[in-house]
T-cell receptor, first 114, second 111 residues
Framework: NAGVTQTPKFQVLKTGQSMTLQCAQD?????MSWYRQDPGMGLRLIHY???????DQGEVPNGYNVSRSTTEDFPLRLLSAAPSQTSVYFC?????????????FGAGSRLTVL | GQQLNQSPQSMFIQEGEDVSMNCTSS?????WLWYKQDPGEGPVLLIA?????ELTSNGRLTAQFGITRKDSFLNISASIPSDVGIYFC???????????FGGGTRVLVKP
């Protein structure tokens, strides 16, 4: 049982480039989310999804797009990377109902934008 | 913006010591969660609290859900080197359902 798998683990981009961070979970969780982690800021919610076909914005959505075509996958897209998006990104998932707030996190994707 | 304040922001531990950290909020929370993040990994759930006044243990870790529902505490007894990491509190505010995280308490080993 792999849990939440994120790829790539490391990525370096130039300003203006685009890329997609992949996230997949094999626990049949309905809820999936993306967070970014910056020093002293904790984890801030970027986008989340309560099920396939449904997405919504979190606290810091600007510059990021998401889609949820299947229960398993929740990719995060950066259309035009900026240095302010240099961060560590975490994907997380949880079931609905009891335990809905108990997130399982991936190992993270460290992104550097030059 | 961020609603949870964790203190201290960082602390040094010596093996065998008991350590405490806390988390306070400006709004009421229905659930308090404590996560630990090891270097290079994602956060892992340590303890979940669901009721005001609840005291729950997980091995050497003990967490409490404050009576006012605006704070929570985490204690680590007889600390060991592998307790090093970042500890996050988190919870969904009563008025919403998105999980909010505190800024974290970084636990380091005394040189």
């Amino acid at each position: 049982n792999a849990g939440v798998t994120q790829t790539p683990k490391f990525q370096v981009l130039k300003t203006g480039q685009s890329m997609t961070l992949q996230c997949a979970q094999d626990m049949n969780h309905e809820y999936m989310s993306w967070y970014r982690q910056d020093p002293g800021m904790g984890l801030r919610l970027i986008h989340y999804s309560v099920g396939a076909g449904i997405t919504d914005q979190g606290e810091v959505p600007n510059g990021y797009n998401v889609s949820r075509s299947t229960t398993e996958d929740f990719p995060l897209r950066l259309l035009s990377a900026a240095p302010s998006q240099t961060s560590v990104y975490f994907c997380a998932s949880s079931p609905s109902g009891p335990g809905a707030n108990v997130l399982t996190f991936g190992a993270g994707s460290r992104l550097t934008v030059l | 913006g961020q609603q949870l304040n964790q203190s201290p922001q960082s602390m040094f531990i010596q093996e065998g010591e008991d350590v405490s950290m806390n988390c306070t909020s400006s709004s009421i929370f229905n659930t308090w969660l404590w996560y630990k993040q090891d270097p290079g990994e994602g956060p892992v759930l340590l303890i979940a609290l669901y009721k005001a006044g609840e005291l729950t243990s997980n091995g050497r870790l003990t967490a409490q859900f404050g009576i006012t529902r605006k704070d929570s505490f985490l204690n680590i007894s007889a600390s060991i080197p592998s307790d090093v990491g970042i500890y996050f509190c988190a919870g969904p505010p009563a008025a919403g359902n998105k999980l909010t995280f505190g800024g974290g308490t970084r636990v380091l080993v005394k040189p």
